[in-house]
């Protein structure tokens, strides 16, 4: 589904609803500057929110949810293994809308992330099995080996319990907040 920027989203809370999904379907690209780039946050150590950018690799309207790739020997996954609550905020500029989604990750690793990972590109795989792990303390900016790994490959499947939806398309700006314990109907709120 195309939208013009510059066209009011619809003044429906079902159409608006599958706007925003739409904006969550990843961009299928050759260029990697045009990547569907979100940023996930986490129930950090100590209890502090942490915040990084990923790249959005599906979404499934019919369960609710939206995948993530990663290095399993990331901190992100320790986080989620500790406590799953996350929140996922996207901004899509072609359709002037911000997406702010909560819910719970899963870790999706083994024969049931085989699929993605036979998918992804020779050039992608390196990133999934680096040497120290990501996030380690290295003594220069170079001193890490970059090796695929399969084992290392992990999916992170976020089932989402709501979606705060806001559009700054013009002439006027809308807002909708949708929540699966009521069935996504939504309500729509102040932008």
């Not at 989402?160 to 006027?172: Q, R």
């Not at 699966?180 to 109907?185: C, V």
Request: glycine share 4%; net charge neutral; charged share 20%.
């Amino acid at each position: 589904m195309t939208h013009d920027m510059n066209a009011p989203h619809p003044a429906d809370l079902a159409q608006f609803s599958t706007i925003a999904w739409s904006a969550l379907v990843p961009q299928i690209v050759a260029d990697k500057r045009k990547a569907q780039v979100a940023t996930l946050s986490t129930v950090g150590q100590g209890g502090a929110p942490a915040a990084r950018s990923v790249v959005l690799r599906a979404s499934d309207r019919s369960r609710a949810s939206v995948d993530i790739f990663t290095d399993a020997a990331t901190p992100k996954c320790a986080e989620i293994t500790n406590d799953p609550r996350a929140a996922l905020t996207l901004w899509r500029e072609d359709l002037q809308l911000q997406l702010r989604l909560s819910g719970t990750i899963e870790i999706v690793e083994g024969l049931e992330a085989q699929a993605a990972w036979s998918a992804l590109p020779d050039l992608a795989l390196p990133n999934y099995g680096v040497t120290p792990p990501p996030g380690s303390d290295i003594p220069t900016a170079t001193s890490y080996a970059r090796q695929p790994d399969q084992a290392r490959f992990a999916i992170l499947r976020m089932t989402l319990f709501d979606m705060d939806v806001v559009s700054l398309a013009a002439p006027v700006h809308t807002r909708a907040y949708y929540e699966r314990r009521d069935g996504w109907r939504g309500v729509w709120r102040a932008p």
